[in-house]
């Protein structure tokens, strides 16, 4: 390509490095037109989803790896001066560090994109779906802290400025383990605690939970901390060694389903057995309740009132709080409407004949 370029006379150093840098993006926007129209073109009709997720993964890096990759190892041959030489391979070595780091980086996200394909969690019964969702989301997250830190690394040994401390780094690579690890420990233990949870998993993403006084989902695990989603909208952010060293209520650990509670404090005159039709009637006429479980029992008895409990099953925990309202309302309803005297009430007897014989 040289030789035919001195050939068309274009000798000059600079127009050469200007020539061959337009031909080598044009060749990377080429190669990455062929190599995904390739793929469209192969695979079969109902694999194209996957090839569109891999064209929006790959398609900016490849077409920065390629021209950058040709033009490192054209430069020499430019005839340019020798610091002007040392500075454009430096930046292309740079620009190519840069480009594959975020190729792999791309790698590991198309990953797990193809594993979210093939697990769903939109449905109800979704617990190996969480599992294998939560897993999988924490190993991407720490394999792309390593790519960045090597990517960094690599980036940094370029300069000699860097590379000379190189030896001492070596040296005194015992003591300064012991400082760091004294140093981030903490960090250190956040990291242990985020692989136990991805792999033991007391929680997964979607769990419903109660922590600090507080209810809703789990809705992100990062590397030191978790995002707890409140059912307000809110959010309570928690460090990751929270749910290996504290206690705390994970109300789907192992299933969606979950029964939820509702009670009632009446007078001793109500019908029970009125109560109990009600309870299984509007059961009955709710697409909230998955007909697992209904009970209705006098659960206590005071000097004033009894206490009657309600419990009833739902697919998951917002359907079950949904649930219990609904039954709440309607049952306070009906006490009003056919039975208001059995609300609680304080009686007082007065002794009529003690009054008359004073």
Known sequence: MI???DSLGLQQPYVRLVLFTILSILVGVLVRFVFFKTLFVLNKKEEKELVKLLEKRF?????LFIPMLIMHNLIPSFELSASFTEWLLLISESLIIASFTIIA?????FL???LNSKFKVDRADNIKERQVLTQVTFIRKVIIFLIVMIGLSLFLLQFDGVRKYGATFLTSAGVAGIIIG???QKTIGNLLAGIQIAFTQPIKIGDAVFVEKEWGWIEEINLTYVVVKIWDQRRLVLPI???TEQTFQNWTRNSADIIGSVFLFTDYTIPIDALRKEFESILASTN???KNAQVLQITDCTEKTMQIRMLMSAKD???AWDLRCLVREKMLVFIQEKYPNALPKTRLVMDQSSELND
């Open 3 to 5: 030789d035919f370029l």
């Open 59 to 63: 398609s900016g890096s490849i077409f």
């Open 105 to 109: 980086i791309r790698v590991v996200y």
């Open 112 to 114: 797990q994109d193809v």
């Open 182 to 184: 004294l140093a981030a």
């Open 241 to 243: 060694t929270y749910f």
């Open 288 to 290: 909230l309740w998955n």
């Open 317 to 319: 925990s917002p359907t």
